[in-house]
Structures are given as C-alpha cells and as structure tokens.
C-alpha cells in the first residue's frame, strides 16, 4: 500500500551538505580517503568551559521542561550581547530561544506567509530559505548574489523585486555560500523599501563573529529598522556547538507570542542543560572562539590563493564565514559534473552551487573548516582533476 503525502511535501527541499557528507562517508568506509570541505562544520571541539557548563547542568538536575521561548537567565545573557554587539536596545522578553537556528527562519516563514505571497532571499544562498518558502505555498523571489560585485546583490534589481504581495525580505551576512559581506549602503537601501512599505526582514547573522574584511554592520542597528527587524543568530558557528542545536532569534513584540506558540507546538522547548551551556558560552572565556576565527582567518588565505592558481578557477576573497567560491566556469563543466568528479575520483566532498539556487551555477562551495594540511592537499588534488578531467584541459 503507498501511503499518501500533503502536496506541501513535494515543494520541500534538503540541504545537499549532509547527502554528500553521507555519500563520502559510504567511500570511507569502504576504504577510500576523502577530504572533508563540504560540511559547514568547525572542526574544532566545543570549548572546555562550555562542554563543563553543560555537564554540570546535568548533575544538577536541569533535564526537565521550560518556558518555550527558552530560559529566563539565557535570554537575558542574550539580549546583553545582541544589545552590545549590534548597539541597539534589546529586552529578553523580545528573546526566543530554538534547538537551532533553523526553526527561526522556519517559524518566521511560517508566521508570515502563505499562498499569494512573496519572499524575497538571497541566491545562492542557504537551500532553507528557498525550501520554506515553497513549503508554506508562497512565492520565493529570488536576490541573485553576483560574482562581480563580491557576492552582493543589485540594489536597483531588489527595488524592482519588491511589490504589494513581499511579505518578508530575507538577507545573509556573512553569507553562506558565498562569504560575502553587506556593506551599510546595502543594508540602508534595503532598509528604504522595508520602512517605505512596513516589510519585516529577516537577517541571518550566524557568521556575525567570522568577519575578515571591514566589519559586521546588522540592519537591525539602523532606528528606521526597529519593529520590522527579526534577527537570527546561534551558537553552532562561534563556539563550535554545531550538535548541540541552540539558537535564537529577536523579535519585535508582536512576532513573539506567536513564533512562541509555534515552539509550544512543535518542539516544546530547547533542552534546559543546553541553554546553560549557551549562558557560559556568551558569558564565559572568548579566547577559544577567537583562536578559531584567527586560524579560519589563515586558512582563507591558503585557499583562496592556491584556487587562484588552478588554470580555469577564479576566487573572490571571502569577506568572512568559512566558505570560498570559486568560479569553475572555465573548466567546461558544470557544477554538480565537477563536484561529482571530485568526490568520485578524488577523494574531495565539495558542493555544487547549485545546491544552493540556480545562480550558484558555475560555483563550487568547498568549507575551509578543516587543517592546512588538508586543504594544501585538497587544492592539490583539484588542481589534478581540472588537469585530468576537465573538457578545455586548462593549462
């Protein structure tokens, strides 16, 4: 008997990162060495004092239920930062916690739109985006991110995009894929169009603490943006706590009893030894999470400057995250036929930028988060494969 699916079910997508991830690790055991650069990982270990935190919540009993918008001494340890960080006044009653920064984008998708309407993200960009948008029946509008003007959108070609039906606008920075940053010209004429016609953005500022070049300037921090901003931010990045699914978003007043009943009814709450944790993280030591963005900082150079090298591939120096992407269009193949020949061949997981939109066409994303060592070696083997398997056989 085949059982039958809600419709919504064919317009939700995946994130390519965990099946290649799955597909490298299927080589490896079969004995085959990969190279890991496609999962958005730190292969660095949690810090000490953050791992002891959440032990000792542990012993102490903190393994019962919570408020659903998370623990009242988080969410002030929360609001303390993002106040600081971003220059702006935030109360921890605008706080909402989540297991993971991902239910934020989904329950503010969820929230605001529905069939009829329009969002407007960033492509390429993180596939959530674009796969909530289609899950909840609206019309995902893309901001294509170009290459020539390092991975930020046309400001003009936005205006264009906004109409009566935009419900929500959805920008990265620092973005995934890309690294790319928004400049305060960007975020100030995005700002124009929201206030102009009273449309929230949601601002994905995971990689907020991974900046390389110039600063991070939220849109949050512009007074024009208060009550339309809904920030987006975790702890998986910066202090190496990708398993321990924690993040959280601000919100203005009204969003949050609503993204809060969305919490109640789909995970309840956010582990309570977890978010002990996460106080330690914000308020405990910098000095691991620094030393990490220091060496994220050296790797970028190694890769961008060895893709450099390659007959046929060309990089743009990545303002900050982890994460190079590099044009490959002078290979003569496409994306995913170049990922695929990496992995296959190579021992390389790299991801098509197509896994991450249409306009990722021409692009591989391949995550810095792993050794010098390694990366030298993956550059290496690249190198070899657009020498061996590439139709212009680049010289």
């Known amino acids: 008997m085949t059982i039958r699916l809600a419709t919504a ?115 390429p960009g993180f596939p959530i985006y674009e796969s909530m948008i289609n899950f909840v029946g609206a019309r995902a509008v893309p901001m294509p991110l170009l290459e020539e003007k390092d991975f930020r959108f046309d400001v003009d070609a936005f205006r264009r995009s906004v109409n009566d039906r935009t419900r929500l606008i959805i920008i990265n920075s620092p973005a995934n894929p890309t690294g790319g940053n928004l400049l305060a010209s960007d975020l100030d004429a995005i700002a124009d169009v929201a206030v102009a016609r009273r449309i929230p953005v ?118 900050g995250a982890f994460y190079a992407f590099p044009n490959i269009t002078g290979t003569g193949l496409t994306s995913r036929d170049f990922a695929n020949v990496l992995l296959d061949r190579y021992g390389v997981a790299a991801l098509s930028g197509t896994s991450f939109g249409s306009y990722g066409e021409g692009y591989l994303r391949l995550s810095y988060a792993n050794s010098v060592e390694n990366l030298n070696r993956a550059l290496e083997k690249i190198e070899t494969a657009v020498r061996e398997c590439t139709p212009t056989r680049a010289r």
């Open 202 to 319: 949601l601002t994905d500022e995971v990689y907020s603490e991974m900046v390389y070049d110039g600063e991070f300037v939220s849109i949050a921090s512009n007074p024009r943006m208060q009550g339309l901003s809904i920030i987006l931010d975790g702890f998986s990045k910066t202090y190496a706590m990708t398993g321990w699914r924690l993040g959280f978003g601000i919100f203005p007043d009204e969003l949050v009893p609503h993204i809060t009943r969305l919490v109640t009814n789909s995970v309840s709450c956010t582990a309570t030894f977890i978010q002990r944790a996460g106080i330690e993280a914000l308020e405990g030591p910098q000095d691991a999470a620094r030393a990490m963005i220091a060496e994220f900082r050296k790797r970028r150079e190694v890769i961008v400057r060895g893709l450099n090298r390659i007959p046929g591939i060309r990089c743009v120096n990545p303002a």
């Open 9 to 123: 079910m064919s317009r939700l997508g995946t994130e390519t990162a965990f099946e290649v991830l799955a597909r490298a690790r299927a080589l490896e055991a079969q004995g085959r060495e990969v190279i890991h650069l496609e999962i958005g990982e730190p292969d660095f270990d949690t810090p000490v004092s953050i791992v002891e935190a959440g032990c000792r919540a542990l012993r102490e009993g903190f393994t019962h239920y919570n408020p659903s918008a998370g623990i009242p001494e988080l969410r002030q340890a929360i609001a303390r930062k993002v106040s600081r960080t971003r220059g702006i006044e935030v109360r921890p009653e605008n706080v909402v916690v989540t297991p993971g920064a991902k239910p934020i984008m989904y329950f503010t998708i969820m929230a605001l739109a529905e069939p009829g309407d329009e969002v407007l993200y960033p492509n």
